[in-house]
Every structure is written in structure tokens, then in C-alpha cells.
Antibody, heavy 119, light 108 residues
Framework: EVQLVQSGAEVKKPGETLKISCEAS????????IAWVRQTPEKGLEWMGI????????RYSPSFDGQVTISVDTSTNTAYLQWSSLKASDTAMYYC????????????WGQGTLVTVSS | EIVLTQSPDTLSLSPGERATLSCRAS???????LAWYQQKPGQAPRLLIL???SRATGIPDRFIGSGFGTDFTLTISRLEPEDFAVYYC?????????FGQGTKVEMK
């Protein structure tokens, strides 16, 4: 069974660092891209970027380029999304999702990680 | 980037009725790489339709996707109680991938 299990909810202060995770199981991790998607009530679903675990090829949406870092650890089948300096506007639900290639949409999603940034 | 505009924002219908959801793109979607997702409260989105008209694995045939170019439609032929949710379209043919703002299908 394909599963993407994300790390738990986080409450952080502005300026702090954060790294959330997405552990994959039930399929060949290195053969599928992993995308990160942000969801807020104001802006809805936003595509942040995507990484291919096979070679760590990473592509960011222009809105998020330079704002976050996407990485993977193939030894643990885990993808990561990290911030070096959080802002209140980073408060959102974050989802990871897998995609076999650009010819197909993401199919399986993680359960989401709620990030709250507040002073 | 391609902007996807969904209409209506909310659809109030009864079980058994037909739902018709629209997704209009600001420019042509490459190769009809248009998907539809369903999201229920507290859950992640679930893939329903890919390639504008192909149902994802396990999706009932009451969900019908159609359209090409800039105009796409999701039709739910007969609403079941479990179909009341928010529906999003997504284009994945042009970078960056973008989503519509969603249509809420609520029970009348």
C-alpha cells in the first residue's frame, strides 16, 4: 500500500528554522517525484516545488524559489521541506504528494503538516 | 503562469442530482494535462480525473471529466452523500503547476 506519512504539527516563532518530513512506503521511492503543496484559506492550493529522489533534481515554483529548500534522504525514503527563517505568512497546511512524471498529476498525498508561525 | 478559474464558487444540490463544475484556464492547457481533485474537511485532496477525462484508479463512473484547450468540466452524474466536498482543478502541463480556487458542492 502506498503511504506518505508526514511529521506532526509545528508551532514556531517568526525567524525560527523548521524542517518537516514526508516518509514514503509501499513503492519505489527513487522512481517517483515528490511535490510539496501549500494550502491556506486565503490562497487555496499552491504548488511549491518538486524533487526527484533518484538524482535530487529539484524544481521550485517561482513564488517559493529562495523561500524554502526541498531535499530527500534516499536511505530513509524521506523527503523534507525546510525554512531558514519563518514568517507569519508561512502559516499553512503543507502536503507532500508523489508524481510519477510530468505527464501525470500527483496521485497519492500525505496527510498534511500544519505549520503555525506566531509570536 | 496559467490561472485557473472555477465556477461556481458554491453549488447547492440534493443527493441524486447532477453537478456540473467548470474550470477555465487563462491560456491553453498543454496536452489537456488537467486534473480534478476532491477534498473533504480534514483530509488531503484525492485524485479523481487526469488527462481531462480519465478516471483515476477506483473512482466511480459517476465522475466524468471533459473539455480541452481552456475549458474543462467535471460532471457528477448523480450525487451520492459522500460526494459533498470541495473540488479543485489543476493543470500540470505548464510550469508552474497551478490549481483553481475550488468549488464547494454542498447539500441543499
Amino acid at each position: 500500500e502506498v503511504q506518505l506519512v508526514q511529521s506532526g504539527a509545528e508551532v514556531k516563532k517568526p525567524g525560527e528554522t523548521l524542517k518537516i518530513s514526508c516518509e514514503a512506503s509501499g513503492y519505489g521511492f527513487i522512481n517517483y517525484w515528490i511535490a510539496w503543496v501549500r494550502q491556506t484559506p486565503e490562497k487555496g492550493l499552491e504548488w511549491m516545488g518538486i524533487i526527484y529522489p533518484g538524482d535530487s533534481d529539484t524544481r521550485y515554483s517561482p513564488s517559493f524559489d529562495g523561500q524554502v529548500t526541498i531535499s530527500v534522504d534516499t536511505s530513509t525514503n524521506t523527503a523534507y521541506l525546510q525554512w531558514s527563517s519563518l514568517k507569519a505568512s508561512d502559516t499553512a497546511m503543507y502536503y507532500c504528494a508523489r508524481q510519477i512524471s510530468g505527464w501525470f498529476p500527483v496521485d497519492y498525498w500525505g496527510q498534511g503538516t500544519l505549520v503555525t508561525v506566531s509570536s | 503562469e496559467i490561472v485557473l478559474t472555477q465556477s461556481p464558487d458554491t453549488l447547492s444540490l440534493s443527493p441524486g442530482e447532477r453537478a456540473t463544475l467548470s474550470c477555465r484556464a487563462s491560456q491553453s492547457v498543454y496536452s489537456s494535462f488537467l486534473a480534478w481533485y476532491q477534498q473533504k474537511p480534514g483530509q488531503a485532496p484525492r485524485l479523481l480525473i487526469l488527462g481531462a477525462s480519465s478516471r483515476a484508479t477506483g473512482i466511480p463512473d459517476r465522475f466524468i471529466g471533459s473539455g480541452f484547450g481552456t475549458d474543462f468540466t467535471l460532471t457528477i452524474s448523480r450525487l451520492e452523500p459522500e460526494d459533498f466536498a470541495v473540488y479543485y482543478c489543476q493543470q500540470y502541463g505548464n510550469s508552474p503547476v497551478t490549481f483553481g480556487q475550488g468549488t464547494k458542492v454542498e447539500m441543499k
